[in-house]
């Protein structure tokens, strides 16, 4: 039975697109539709999205047209859905290396990293055969090598890095918000601190 959260209990909706990055298996589709549902948003995954429109799986993908290939579906699928407005996003783990997808996603979104330990990634995706850059003799290797490659750039981009950890789906979801509403709390608050700063200044100036 999937898991639920308690009914919301903050009085402000959170604004605008929350957008979910993070290596495969840290769990951006699970959570993110957990999140959208409580937040009244509607959920996309950007990887599922891909293979809605081409009508195969992402390996075929990768077979066909290969890793660049791919990318550039990517590229063109996340523009279109960071357009979309009040939703949640899980991303593909590679979405970040793209400089326009970085700039798409901090543009039009608040990011979070889901930040996953690599034993616990590895757990998650060892069974996993749609995920073609694990298809190797050696996934952990592998993942320990996107891990150093990509985590720099999920700390670029995100408003919030939020550590999985062994939480179970309802309760990584409710962290999750709790962290948004502090981050947005906080931006209002200096926001109005700033503005009473400049109206101060200004009669100041009278």
Known sequence: MPAQLEPSTHTDPLPGNIFLVGLMGAGKTSVGRLLAKHLNKAFYDCDQEIERRTGVKIP?????EGEPGFRARETAVLRELAALREIVLATGG???L????RRVLTQNGTVVYLRARLDDLVQRTRHDRNRPLLQTADPRGKLEQLYA???????EVAALVVDTGNQNLRSLAHRIEQKLQEYFQSRKTA??????????ARHAGC
């Not at 075929?60 to 066909?64: A, S, T, V, W």
Request: charged fraction near 25%.
């Open 60 to 64: 075929l993908i990768f077979d066909i």
């Open 94 to 96: 590679g979405a970040v």
């Open 98 to 101: 793209d400089a326009e997808n």
């Open 149 to 155: 490659q990509r985590d720099p750039l999920y700390r």
């Open 191 to 200: 926001s109005t601190a700033a503005g009473a700063g400049n109206a101060d």
